[in-house]
């Protein structure tokens, strides 16, 4: 597989104050915890690049990085930390809902999903607010490793079919393990259509 160029360039409060919105850029999301930033050290090859924590709440900021100069990966924190202070949460919606919704070069967001999970309400409100807004995006079931391939299936059937439930069509999706580095191929081959596109 190819070698990937990863460069750290910003992280920031606001979707105004990120990198010139001049080059394509895919965005990674779910809930505090799911695995967003090892998913990206996992892409790039690089277990260092993004922060990772066995504590929910890690990733505070938008966090740009450019890949190969010619597209950025953004990490972003999570959603859905029962902990987290209501006015912390508040914070979070207004700076992720902001940047969702007005950067310009935004083709397609990433939303995670812990495969061990039964659907989580925070996780389908949550893409009903992309739907609203339209926002495209597709769907990431993580952490395979901790899971039989047949409990895999059966966790993202069940996401299917609740989804299901308000939604006419199921989104692109994959099953991937940072640990065992799955769904890599096809997730940096899903961003290269879309680069094209
Ligand atoms: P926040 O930034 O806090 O929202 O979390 P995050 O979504 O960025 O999660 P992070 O990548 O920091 O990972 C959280 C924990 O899950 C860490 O302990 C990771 O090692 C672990 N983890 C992430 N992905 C996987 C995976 O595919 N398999 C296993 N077994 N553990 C994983
Ligand atoms: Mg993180």
């Given at each position: 597989t190819k070698l990937i160029e990863a460069k750290f360039v910003t992280s920031a409060a606001d979707y105004r104050k990120c990198?010139?919105?001049?080059k394509p850029e895919y965005a990674f999301i779910g809930r505090s915890n799911v695995g967003k930033s090892s998913l990206i050290n996992m892409l790039v090859g690089n277990k260092n690049l993004a922060k990772t924590s066995?504590?929910?709440?890690k990733t505070q900021l938008i966090n740009h990085f450019e890949i190969n100069k010619k597209w950025y990966l953004v990490d972003l924190p999570g959603y859905g930390f029962a902990k987290a202070p209501k006015g912390e949460r508040d914070k979070w919606g207004e700076m992720i809902g902001d940047y969702l919704v007005n950067r310009e070069n935004l083709m397609c967001v990433f939303v995670l999903i812990d495969?061990?999970?039964?659907?989580?309400r925070v996780d389908l409100e949550f893409l009903d607010f992309l739907g609203e807004k339209d926002v495209p995006f597709y769907l990431v079931f993580t952490k395979?490793?901790?899971?039989?391939s047949v409990k895999a299936e059966q966790s993202v059937e069940s996401f299917k079919k609740t989804m299901l439930l308000s939604w006419t069509k199921i989104p692109q999706y994959f099953i991937t393990s940072a640990e065992r580095r799955t769904g890599r191929e096809e997730l940096l081959k899903a961003i290269e259509e879309l680069n094209l596109s």
């Open positions: 990198p010139p919105a001049e066995q504590t929910p709440g495969v061990r999970h039964e659907p989580q395979a490793d901790k899971v039989g």
